[in-house]
């Protein structure tokens, strides 16, 4: 999910739980009644200026709407995390599975690596044939 998805859609529901009509709240903002409904299904990017006008039609705080934007945008990434097991970690010897309660290294013996920088990992010369 996108922040205008979950703008758009902090919108309408603060829209609709007033009983007001996209017509009423895109006159008393001052915005057209296309790009509204635009803003509201998240597909336009809707400026500071626009959101606060939007607001003050509907009669709620900008930063309640940005709370419930952030909150729903949270809801969804922890719904996607929870279908997906991407790994999360920054060293591989933290790699874990989104959701294990335990890092992959614990788990799972990995084979050991030579630094960068010793002879095991420069690569060999190849010999030149000479033609």
Do not use: F
């Not at 949270?74 to 997906?84: D, F, Y």
């Not at 097991?85 to 614990?106: C, F, I, K, Q, Y």
């Amino acid at each position: 999910m996108l922040m205008r998805e979950a703008i758009g859609g902090s919108l309408r529901r603060a829209r609709t739980a007033r009983r007001r009509t996209l017509r009423e709240v895109s006159r008393r903002a001052r915005v057209s009644l296309g790009y509204l409904s635009e803003v509201e299904r998240g597909r336009k990017e809707a400026s500071s200026e626009l959101l606060a006008s939007i607001c003050a039609a509907l009669d709620i705080a900008l930063s309640e709407l940005l709370t419930d934007a952030a909150q729903a945008l949270a809801a969804a990434t922890l719904e996607v995390v929870g279908r997906s097991r991407r790994p999360v970690g920054l060293r591989h010897t933290d790699l874990r599975l989104a959701g294990d309660a335990e890092p992959l290294s614990a788990a799972v013996p990995l084979a050991p690596v030579a630094p960068v920088g010793t002879p095991a990992a420069r690569p060999r010369p190849v010999a030149r044939v000479a033609a």
